[in-house]
């Protein structure tokens, strides 16, 4: 069993930045991967940023590309997305998951995930 809390959402302004953390708790799997899922109201679940652990490796959403950094910290058992230049159509609930298979083919499914955060509100204004 793991669990995932989100942290760090907000009220910025167009152009501003923000700093989501993910702080995990239970279980640790040596081959995982992390991602941030974003979700606006009435539209999916859309994948935003993924990890995978053991090799670093990160994928990014076009979208975002650029923009955003998801980076972990061993120490803390803990993933954060770094925002910079957001943008209003950024306005989601963001949440992360774990993928205990680190399956890196299937990053940006959410599908893939098997744990998730109750999610973190960023709104981004005009």
């Known amino acids: 069993q793991v669990q995932l809390v989100e942290s760090g959402g907000g009220l910025v302004q167009a152009g501003g930045s923000l700093r989501l953390s993910c702080a995990a708790s239970?279980?640790?799997?040596?081959?995982?991967?992390m991602g941030w899922f974003r979700q606006a109201p009435g539209k999916e679940r859309d994948f935003v940023a993924a990890i995978i652990w053991r090799r670093g490796t990160t994928y990014y959403a076009d979208s975002v590309k650029g923009r955003f950094t998801i980076s972990g910290d061993n120490a803390k058992n803990t993933v954060y997305l770094q925002m910079n230049s957001l943008k209003p159509e950024d306005t989601a609930v963001y949440y992360c998951?774990?993928?205990?298979?680190?399956?890196?083919?299937?990053?940006?499914?959410?599908?893939?995930?098997?744990?998730w955060g109750q999610g973190t509100q960023v709104t981004v204004s005009s």
């Open positions: 239970g279980r640790t799997f040596s081959n995982y991967a």
């Open positions: 998951a774990v993928d205990v298979g680190g399956i890196s083919a299937t990053y940006y499914r959410s599908g893939t995930y098997d744990y």
